[in-house]
């Protein structure tokens, strides 16, 4: 492991030409799968391999079939036509969004794309009711039978909670629990009772109240800053709820495509003939897909033919996975990309004759989300990492 840690250790003091010609000379074992650990981990991985790739022939890497897996991930060469890819190839990003990774061993990546898709779904089948289970309690503070419930009869703070959460996904780098979290301290503070409260404009000094409490407390407690700086937004959702509520619980009425701005902006919708409620946009971003998406696998609104493509939360975990896949024009976390990743897994479910629901049981996303997580993880492309915006970026 010489090569590997000399790299590592000397980063880019180590011009990248001794590098190619330390690759060429190897001998052992050992040294060879040095060079593969390099090519997967390293940290000028994308600069060797395009040096290295001009200097494969004659040498023990002209027909290894890791390394051209490997060049052919990093987009070094074209294709790997009878390539044997049988064995497993690694390939690491060392990043992970800030999200709850189960450590574990490094599973191969699939080169069949469409079996790893099948097993996605496979999987989803076999799991679902464990998993969504343990996806529930990092989303929401108490149960999700409770929650459902509070919707259908109306409660503001659970509506509250629901739009909140789904403007947490302009953050970015943060996890379900963190935001979980934060609604617990506040309701545990007594913050969320003045949030839900209906005409937050004739309560100002409660409001006010509760950002001095938060602003006193900061010499001893700078957790909650980043959440804090949501308060015009809780406060926008706290003060025209009512309308942001029924704009969205419309949706399964509406009778022909829509884009999700209707929905969020209802000044906009051509279903009123611009007559709809004068509230102010709710910029969210992907949390409108967030927030269909809960309705739908909540039963509050019905899963219809045109609600459905807006139900896939793109997250970034979300969007390198599937992108890895095969699905396109994942770059950023647009709202739109929802009917993206539809269209792809309807065109994927036809091809692979895979016998189920592409909602993967009114989940939609979530099991490509929780797939990485619960299992043993699978890396995706580090040429693709560079290419994705963070969720915070783009809205």
């Not at 200097?55 to 987009?75: C, F, R």
């Not at 189960?102 to 699939?110: A, D, H, I, V, W």
């Not at 993206?340 to 897994?345: K, M």
């Amino acid at each position: 492991m010489k090569f590997f840690l000399t790299c590592r250790e000397r980063r880019d003091t180590l011009p990248i030409e001794d590098l190619v010609k330390w690759a060429v000379d190897v001998k052992t074992a050992e040294q060879k799968e040095a060079v593969i650990q390099y090519l997967s981990y390293g940290e000028r991985r994308s600069e060797f391999a395009r040096n290295l790739h001009f200097s494969l022939s004659g040498t023990w890497m002209e027909d290894n079939p890791k390394i051209k897996s490997l060049l052919y991930a990093l987009k070094i060469i074209e294709n790997i036509d009878n390539i044997n890819t049988a064995e497993p190839i690694y390939i690491d990003n060392n990043e992970n969004n800030g999200e709850t990774v189960n450590s574990g061993t490094t599973q191969e990546l699939y080169p069949n794309l469409d079996q790893l898709l099948s097993q996605i779904y496979d999987w989803w089948e076999a799991n679902h009711q464990t998993e969504i289970e343990d996806h529930n309690k990092r989303l929401y503070p108490f149960l999700i039978d409770d929650l459902r419930q509070q919707l259908c009869n109306d409660n503001r703070s659970a509506w509250l909670m629901l739009f909140f959460i789904g403007a947490t996904h302009t953050m970015g780098r943060t996890k379900h629990e963190q935001h979980r979290n934060f609604i617990r301290y506040c309701i545990e503070s007594g913050w969320w009772d003045t949030f839900s409260q209906p005409n937050p404009q004739d309560f100002s000094t409660q409001w006010m109240e509760v950002l001095n409490n938060y602003l006193d407390s900061l010499s001893s407690n700078t957790e909650w800053y980043y959440w804090m700086e949501k308060y015009p937004t809780i406060y926008q959702i706290s003060k025209y709820l009512d309308d942001y509520k029924d704009s969205f619980l419309r949706a399964d009425r509406l009778k022909s495509k829509f884009d999700l701005q209707i929905l969020t902006n209802p000044r906009m919708a051509p279903d009123l003939s611009g007559g709809g409620a004068d509230s102010p946009p709710l910029r969210i971003g992907i949390g409108a897909n967030f927030v269909i998406r809960e309705l739908v696998r909540l039963g509050i609104i019905q899963a219809t033919e045109y609600v459905i493509p807006h139900c896939y939360v793109p997250r970034k975990r979300v969007r390198k996975l599937l992108k890895y896949i095969g699905c396109q024009e994942l770059d950023k976390p647009d709202y739109k990309s929802s009917k993206q990743i539809f269209s792809f897994l309807r065109s994927k479910f036809k091809e692979l004759q895979i016998d189920g629901n592409l909602d993967f049981r009114l989940c939609f996303d979530i099991p490509f989300e929780l797939y990485v997580i619960d299992l043993p993880s699978i890396h995706v492309r580090p040429d693709l990492d560079a290419e994705l915006y963070d969720d915070e970026d783009f809205f």
